[in-house]
């Protein structure tokens, strides 16, 4: 119980009255809205906020556990992203051994690194060892067909749902003169991605009109990058208090980590455009995959953690 | 003796390795007596569709499998005990290292045995595990069972991305999600030929593959 400090409570209590607000919000639409088309639009709002809700909950009570509950999470979510990613991905029987390190090796193992804080290893394990195992594993299997595509696919897995995803609990490595527990940054991260995305969902439904990349990923219009990315820069400004950030640069950081949640959803989508799927995985309700729900996070959390740690850590 | 709550722990373990997502085109689970059928390429196949089926048509449910790889050891302990796996010998015409298999005819015997009245079967008539890539030929086994049997219910299944969890030769996992397609009931016509039958229920299981 020891992370339980008060502003993570109040910041924690911020989003279950905001989930609350929405669900309501959503029952509201569900009784108002009569058009066929608009009501699929509003089923998947609502199990979206339905998953919501599980998602903040399991979230929560890995905050309330502290670091070995934040490692099994995210420990978990990535391993069952790069399930949802190589099923998707050619590969063939010679990748067998090398993806088998991937996921029971280099995942366990980076995780335990943070567990240990060892930084140094933590930041290296993945984009130094593990990028030179794999192609070597591959070259012993002896396959050469499409041998570079092969390893790179692999590589960009372990890079994605691996190294980038275990940044977030990696907040918690990091020790900030005259800031408590690094807890507090892991919860406004998530916050100000997750919302990001969610908001530019929302403007994109009520103004969308210019695409900003058609062929990659429909659902993305200039109206809800630009209303999504200023109203959770705002939202993350305002949050200045749970952060060793003043409001100014609370704003700057939010901003970053919302252009890199955008870069990682784009990036994840043409993935998946490439492979002639909509989703990633089917998971959580509403929102398809872990990965789908996580794109964002993958490329936001590394840069906040350097930026953070470049500038606040000890 | 049959080790049931092993059993339930065993299916559901198989379920999260396999992350398998169970479909039934045109065709629901029914406990009713049934032969299930499906593509060979893992040792995993039969214990992930035996896991995929409902518990209570789990319950009256037997893998054959070869007695060649399951009689031994542990794995005939799992086999025999859990799964309740008919044994039978595979005759093949390449097992000439070892002893002289067993007449077809005797195999036939077994099923039949075991399934009694009521019990179903979970059958790989391809005999042998493939690469993932094809379905091979069917062997004449199916068609035997089907003759002694008029009438018997023949449930096709098709099995995703198993090849890629556990391929032939490799002993640990890695957990792809794979995919289970049943597909509607079927069975012998009245008087039809041994390899036109064997040719209609390998395209049943075929078709799924892209549903």
């Given amino acids: 119980m020891k992370n ?46 339905g998953a919501w809700w599980v998602m903040s909950a399991i979230f929560g009570l890995t905050l309330v556990i ?29 990748d067998h051994r090398a993806l088998f ?12 690194l943070i567990g240990i804080h060892w930084y140094g290893m933590f930041a290296i394990l993945i984009p130094v060892y593990a990028f030179l195992y794999i192609p070597t594993r591959l070259a012993l299997a002896g396959d050469t067909e499409a041998f570079l595509q092969r390893a790179a696919t692999i590589q960009w897995g372990l890079m994605v749902c691996i190294y980038c995803l275990s940044y977030t609990p990696a907040l918690l490595m990091l020790k900030i003169p005259g800031y408590g527990r690094s807890a507090k940054l892991m919860l406004y991260l998530v916050l100000v991605d997750q919302l990001s995305d969610v908001l530019q969902y929302v403007w994109g439904k009520m103004l969308g009109k210019h695409k900003i990349a058609p062929v990659v990923s429909p659902n993305k219009t200039w109206e809800g990058f630009v209303g999504g990315v200023l109203t959770a820069t705002l939202i993350g400004a305002a949050l200045w208090w749970m952060t060793p950030f003043r409001p100014w640069v609370a704003a700057l950081v939010s901003f970053t980590i919302t252009l890199m949640g ?37 490329f936001a959390a590394p840069i906040f953690f350097h930026i953070v740690r470049y500038f606040y850590s000890k | 003796m049959t080790v049931r709550p092993l059993a339930g722990m065993i299916a559901a373990s198989a379920r999260l390795i396999s992350g398998v997502q169970v479909r039934w085109v045109d065709s629901e689970p029914d406990p009713r007596q049934s032969v299930y059928f499906a593509n060979h390429s893992s040792h995993l196949d039969f214990v992930v569709l035996w896991s995929s089926l409902p518990a209570e048509v789990r319950a009256v449910t037997r893998p054959v499998a070869a007695q060649d790889y399951w009689n031994e050891g542990l794995r005939r302990a799992l086999a025999v005990n859990v799964f309740r796996a008919v044994l039978v010998a595979r005759h093949s015409g390449k097992s000439e290292g070892h002893e002289a298999s067993e007449d077809p005819r005797l195999a036939i015997e077994r099923m039949l045995e075991a399934m009694g009245d009521s019990e179903s079967l979970i059958l790989f008539p391809e005999g042998t595990r493939g690469t993932g890539e094809e379905v091979a030929t069917f062997k004449s086994g199916l068609y035997y069972l089907c003759q002694q049997r008029p009438g018997l219910r023949l449930i096709p299944a098709y099995l995703h991305n198993l090849n890629r969890i556990l391929p032939k030769g490799e002993f640990l996992p890695v957990p792809f999600i794979s995919k289970l397609t049943f597909g509607p009931a079927m069975a012998l016509a ?5 390899r036109a039958f064997l040719v209609r229920a390998r395209e049943a299981v075929c078709r799924l593959m892209d549903l």
């Avoid at chain 1, 339980?4 to 279950?16: E, H, M, N, R, T």
């Avoid at chain 1, 978990?76 to 050619?90: D, F, G, K, N, W």
């Fill in chain 1, 66 to 94: 502290g670091q070995i509950g934040s490692l099994v999470l995210f420990g978990i979510m990535s391993l069952l992203a790069l399930r949802e990613y190589v099923t998707l991905l050619p590969t063939r029987r010679a």
């Fill in chain 2, 190 to 194: 009245a008087g039809e030929d041994r």
């Fill in chain 1, 101 to 112: 390190w991937s996921f029971f090796i280099f995942t366990p193992l980076q995780y335990f």
């Fill in chain 1, 4 to 49: 339980l400090d008060p502003q993570l409570v109040w910041a924690f209590s911020g989003v279950l009255g905001l989930l609350a607000v929405s669900t309501l919000l959503g029952l509201a639409l569900k009784v108002a809205v009569k058009k066929p088309e608009a009501q699929a639009t509003i089923r998947n709002l609502n199990a979206r906020i």
């Fill in chain 1, 262 to 298: 955008f870069a990682g959803g784009l990036t994840m989508s043409a993935i998946k455009r490439d492979r002639g799927i909509k989703d990633y995985g089917t998971l959580i309700k509403g929102h398809g995959g872990i990965l789908d729900r996580m794109d964002s996070m993958c």
